[in-house]
């Protein structure tokens, strides 16, 4: 029987700071994981470590789903409802609870050297803060 070594990295990705909305970010983190290309079969898990801002898995082509997202998160969490905590402005309650719904982390199989992502799935970054500045993500990649 073959014997499987199995490879673990873990690497801190900043994203570039974003305006409020969906942005597609998985040529970002997949540039910041050479190793990955090394990889035939594994898991990929990434987690933002933020609570005014979260990561999904979702249409990677056309750019309206994004908006059309963005309005949606908009309208279920909206500023001025006079949050109890608006430490950071109208957009601080309304951000926290836009992460709550969507969350923070994801894990993709990884397959021959790539995620291994449907025709048309992508990783979003749901930026939910105006302003809400440069995004840390910590990947850990665990392979063969």
Not at 19 to 30: C, K, M, Q, S, W
Not at 78 to 97: N, R, S
Not at 130 to 140: H, K, M, N
Request: hydrophobic content about 45%.
């Amino acid at each position: 029987m073959a014997t499987i070594a199995w490879v673990i990295v873990q690497r801190l990705i900043r994203l570039r700071a974003r305006p409020r909305g969906v942005h597609l970010v998985t040529d970002e983190i997949t540039a910041a994981l050479p190793e990955l290309a090394r990889m035939r079969a594994g898991l990929a898990s990434v987690f933002l470590r933020h609570t005014s801002a979260a990561l999904a898995i979702n249409e990677n082509a056309d750019p309206t789903v994004r908006q059309d997202a963005t309005a949606w998160l908009d309208r279920v969490a909206p500023e001025g409802l006079h949050y109890a905590h608006d430490d950071e402005g109208d957009d601080d309650m309304p951000a926290h609870l836009k992460a709550l719904m969507v969350g923070p982390s994801l894990t993709i199989p990884i397959s021959d050297g790539r995620l291994a992502f449907g025709t048309w799935q992508g990783v979003w970054l749901i930026e939910a803060r105006d302003q809400g500045g440069v995004r840390e993500v910590l990947a850990t990649l665990m392979g063969d």
